[in-house]
């Protein structure tokens, strides 16, 4: 059987993750909830879960999303905060 | 306007639409762009010669049976007249050539893999086409944008490739497009990466060469060892994804009597959407490797087999040169305004490194992408490729001109290449003619010729299969 992306955690272990036509859907069963991330938001999710360098991940954000990589670094940042506010991503060093 | 309702000034500058070719002892009569064949006796041959002979421009044939009326009718209509070679462009998809590099050294390659062209394209340059290429869509109210990757093999770059699928992606969905992203690989890469490759790509073509010992002959990899475990790992890999997965065989004199197994293996591990079958295309590399392309005629034969067996199983059976519409236009992307885009900013509308077109004396190039990201297209070079096809003297007489229009125009019909049919006309020959019986109803006349060589050679050999080149009297008269 052919199914989507049903992928391991990225952060919190209990995070799944699909590849959809448009974006990315996140999915935390504990919580029965899920988060659509449009681009560039999906943009910034795959490159962290495949662990670019942080260097390569913000030029490659300031192409794709085309912006400035200051910009792409701001971005990154404040997907990372969100994400890690409501409990997407763990934080460092933190159980999962 | 002539009998079948055609601007006759247009109809007489078309290429020819009516032939006749020997299928055992019958004739397959066939006017591809009219979608019409029949297969004949000599009887019913002789009597459609002399009418439509005669009287080319009668509205019907009246001295004929009424069914021999109803396909005399149908055979004589002209073709439409092509659309004009000065239409707006319309690429058929944007390619990226990320890198000519590549992780393993396959033995009949011809990419360029080995030159001096492996530096990889700037994320940024693949950027600029693809922001220029939705913008075009948009304008042009083209709802698809296809995006296609080829190499080298295109993940050794992987920064650039996945740079430009999320930009595709990105802008797919800015501009309101539906996207389509294609990938020709060697599945030599580790098999995490396969979810990457399964989740964005919507179609993935895999070349896989059958079973082991021939595809690491074929294929080996760089340290010497073979890529077939990483190869056949990543097919399996991506049959459990969403991709429409393709698999590529390329076919030798070593693995030309595995087909028919080759295909049911495929089919039962990996269930691809297709198998394409391809035959090597032999050079200076593969001959010092003891690499041959398969005599033509077994290659058909066995291919046949291959082709049951994978529509058996519900798989799309390839062979590029029989698919598709009798639209006059071959199935290579040149003259289909495909717009390429290498490393180096030339944009092209063929995948093959630059040397190999100069050295058959064709520029194929048809513009060019700057490091400001400013592109610029050469409509004279597109419509010169538009036309291409229209100038091949060995197809003038063929009756797969309609379909094939002479395959690829680097290999197989370049300007002054012989006008004698090579192997890979003959298979094609033969293989059109096998499906025009097999869209018949006939599959038993087919199989009879391909088990006849003489009969095969009969049709595949024949230098004319234009109606009007028929003999006075092509078969003996009935006592």
């Known amino acids: 059987m052919k199914t989507a992306g049903n992928h391991g955690p990225p952060g919190a272990a209990h995070i799944f993750w699909l590849v959809e036509r448009q974006g990315i859907v996140l999915l935390d069963p504990r919580r029965n909830r899920q988060l659509h991330l449009a681009y560039p938001e999906a943009a910034v999710w795959d490159l962290l879960i495949r662990r670019w360098p942080a260097a390569t991940m913000r030029a490659m954000l300031a192409v794709i999303a085309g912006i400035g990589e200051d910009e792409a670094g701001r971005l990154i940042a404040a997907c990372l905060d969100r994400w890690r506010t409501e409990g997407w991503l763990k934080e460092p060093g933190a159980a999962s | 306007m002539n009998a079948a309702g055609v601007d006759s000034t247009a109809a007489d500058k078309a290429r020819p639409s009516l032939f006749a070719l020997p299928v055992n002892d019958a004739f397959l009569v066939c006017n591809p762009p009219a979608g019409v064949a029949s297969l004949v006796n000599g009887p019913a041959l002789r009597r459609l010669r002399r009418a439509i002979g005669q009287a080319p421009s009668a509205p019907s044939f009246p001295a004929l049976s009424d069914d021999l009326r109803q396909l005399a009718d149908l055979l004589a209509r002209k073709p439409e007249a092509p659309p004009a070679a000065t239409e707006p462009l319309h690429p058929l998809f944007l390619g990226l050539l990320p890198t000519r590099s590549c992780n393993i050294r396959c033995t009949y390659c011809d990419f360029g893999a080995d030159g001096p062209q492996a530096a990889a394209m700037s994320p940024a340059l693949a950027s600029a086409a693809l922001t220029w290429y939705a913008r075009f869509l948009e304008d042009a109210g083209h709802g698809r944008m296809e995006v296609h990757f080829f190499g080298g093999e295109p993940f050794v770059a992987r920064e650039v490739v996945e740079t430009a699928v999320h930009r595709s992606r990105l802008l797919a969905e800015r501009h309101g497009l539906t996207l389509h992203l294609e990938v020709s690989t060697n599945g030599v890469f580790e098999p995490e990466y396969a979810q990457f490759v399964g989740d964005y790509f919507q179609a993935v073509v895999l070349s896989l060469d059958g079973f082991q010992e021939v595809h690491d002959r074929h ?49 039962k591990k990996f269930q691809p959407s297709a198998i394409n079958f391809e035959p090597l295309t032999g050079n200076a590399r593969t001959l010092a490797a003891g690499l041959l392309p398969p005599d033509p005629y077994l290659f058909v034969r066995q291919y046949a087999r291959a082709h049951a067996q994978t529509l058996r199983h519900g798989v799309r059976p390839v062979y590029a040169a029989t698919e598709g519409d009798p639209s006059g236009t071959s199935f290579c992307p040149v003259g289909k305004d495909a717009l390429i885009v290498s490393a180096d900013g030339r944009i092209s509308s063929c995948y093959l490194p630059q040397a190999a077109w100069l050295e058959r004396g064709l520029d194929l ?115």
């Open chain 2, 219 to 267: 294929r080996p990899a760089r340290a010497g060892r073979g890529s077939f475990v990483q190869a056949r790992q990543t097919a399996a890999l991506l049959a459990r994804t969403p991709t429409e997965l393709c698999l590529r065989c390329c076919v030798s004199t070593l693995n030309v009597h595995q087909l028919e197994e080759i295909a049911l293996w495929f089919c």
């Open chain 2, 365 to 479: 190039d048809v513009g060019r992408l700057d490091a400001q990201g400013h592109l610029r297209i050469d409509m004279d070079a597109i419509v010169r490729l538009r036309r291409l096809p229209e100038d091949k003297p060995r197809c003038a007489r063929c009756f797969c001109q309609w379909v094939c229009s002479g395959g690829c125009h680097v290999h197989h019909t370049y300007p002054g290449s012989p006008l004698t049919y090579e192997p890979f006309c003959i298979q094609t020959r033969l293989l059109s003619a096998c499906r025009l019986l097999e869209e018949m109803g006939l599959g038993a006349v087919a199989e009879a010729l391909l088990n006849d060589r003489q009969a095969m050679e009969a049709l595949a050999q024949r230098p004319s299969d234009l109606f009007e080149d028929l003999p006075e009297h092509p078969l003996p008269e009935a006592p």
